[in-house]
């Protein structure tokens, strides 16, 4: 194998370190972090605010057949008193009307306190959906900026990844396929460096120094490998 061909390798090798680099940097911005923390936060009120919602629904309902009931009373009561002061009854039917009139607004007052209460349960359940109405519109406005935030940093860096891309073609296209598909078996194995420096006797790749017999035995392959690590070694 010539030593330009290694040299090539080794070329590519940077720049597909560079690219490594930028893949990490992209899918670790810390704002992808924090969004996930604010998108989480976000699924959390919305649950909070379906489960305050379906109380406030329910309350409501009960709220509106209450003031429903205390509608029809309150005017089956005013019919009643006008047929009581109207006169023209006999005295029994009076003293009964008398009686039904007395009941009604018995009724009257304690459906008219069970809806007050009724208010009163609502009125917080209503501030509490409103609450979470506002932390929601809050959340969702951090994650839209965000997302704007991580959409700027993406274009710079997609904008890297396609120049070192273009650079990869060109420093590949003279390298021999065979030496090529060693070299990616060798980055999927060696956590992306196929191919190391030697000097002084060690191994850039292991680190490991080679005795003069294992630096004898590996120089003497056609390619020579490190005898640790199996890296492409290139003087």
Request: aromatic share 2%.
């Amino acid at each position: 194998m010539t030593i330009t061909g290694l040299a090539d390798l080794l070329d590519l090798q940077g720049l597909d370190l560079d690219i490594d680099r930028l893949l990490d940097r992209r899918q670790g911005l810390p704002e992808l972090e924090e969004r996930r923390i604010v998108q989480e936060e976000i699924d959390g009120l919305d649950a909070e605010r379906s489960e305050a919602a379906d109380r406030l629904r329910s309350l409501e309902l009960d709220l509106d057949k209450s003031e429903g009931e205390l509608e029809m009373l309150e005017t089956k009561l005013k019919e009643h008193e006008t047929r009581l002061f109207a006169g023209g009854m006999s005295a029994r039917e009076t003293e009964f009307m008398r009686l039904e009139v007395q009941s009604l607004r018995g009724q009257d007052e304690a459906l008219e306190l069970r809806v007050i209460q009724m208010l009163e349960d609502v009125e917080p359940v209503r501030e509490e959906v409103a609450a979470l109405d506002t932390r929601i519109a809050n959340a969702v406005a951090r994650r839209e900026e965000l997302d704007s935030m991580i959409a700027g940093e993406w274009k710079v860096i997609d904008a890297e990844l396609a120049r070192l891309e273009a650079a990869k073609k060109t420093v590949a296209e003279p390298i021999d396929p065979e030496l090529l598909d060693l070299y990616e078996k060798l980055r999927r194995l060696k956590e992306g460096v196929a191919i190391a420096v030697f000097d002084h006797g060690v191994c850039g790749g292991c680190h490991m120094a080679l005795s003069p017999s294992e630096q004898e035995q590996a120089l003497a392959e056609e390619m020579p490998r490190c005898v640790h690590c199996r890296r492409i070694l290139v003087a």
